[in-house]
């Protein structure tokens, strides 16, 4: 769900999108892509700093006005190299820079809005500063402008050169990370990133290198947390969903 400027609610689900109106209490259902039920099955959406709604879906990426209802889609091009990677979407994240970045399960993207080309990241094996995995499942930007991508096989943080090319550091169980396959994460008030995973949560000191692990036996649910099912409160409570609940917990208190 989002909120956008003008106080409508827009819910994404598995036939589109649906919007809210709290004063009136009308909803009106719209249909992203008309008979493709991939590209109409949302999987993240967030509003942009020029009030599009950016809209994932397992059959591409769409942005939508809120004040005309138009919609302009992005998708998969085999005969376009610089089309989107993939329709498989996931995460969406505009950073500081403006750069907007899409997370599909064939790499890293990043769009030029100008032109709707859109630029890859991809894993190489023969090169340590490339993405540790295709399948991204989350983007984080920390507080001094990092942007993190978590995937299918270990943390990855971007570093951007002078010239604008793109590099990664990445971080996999060999550095402390409790298991590769990250779900989701977090930043805490003191600047350190939580990480969940399918086996437990991991703290991440950026200043230290430090990591510290915590598992079921440390009073985390037991099992799997799920993909992009993360939240901190106000007040600094960082919350994680999974397969068996939520934990919830106060870094500061630990």
Known sequence: MVRDRQGLVWIGGRTGITSFDPKSGRFVRQVLVPGEPNANTVR????GRDGMLWIATRGGLHMLDPATRRIASYR????????????????????RRGRLWVGTFHGLDLLDRASGRFRHFRHDQYDPTSLSNDE?????????????????VGLNKMVTAADGSVSFVRYTMRDGLVDDAVAAMLEDEDGAIWV??????????PGTGAWRS????????????????????PDGTLYFGGFNGITAFDPRAI
Not at 44 to 47: D, H, I, P, Q, R
Not at 78 to 92: E, F, I, K, Y
Not at 141 to 146: A, I, K, L, Q, S
Not at 214 to 233: H, L, V
């Open 214 to 233: 915590y598992t079921a036996a440390d009073g985390t649910i037991d099992g799997a947390y799920f993909d992009a099912s993360a939240a901190r409160a």
């Open 136 to 152: 991204v499942h989350y983007l984080m930007e920390d507080r001094v402008g990092n942007v993190w991508v978590g995937t299918a």
């Open 76 to 95: 998969h091009d085999p005969a376009r190299q610089a089309s989107l990677s993939d329709n498989m979407v996931r995460p969406v994240l505009e950073d």
């Open 44 to 47: 993240a959406m967030f509003l």
């Open 196 to 205: 969940s995973t399918t086996n437990g949560l991991s703290r991440f000191d």
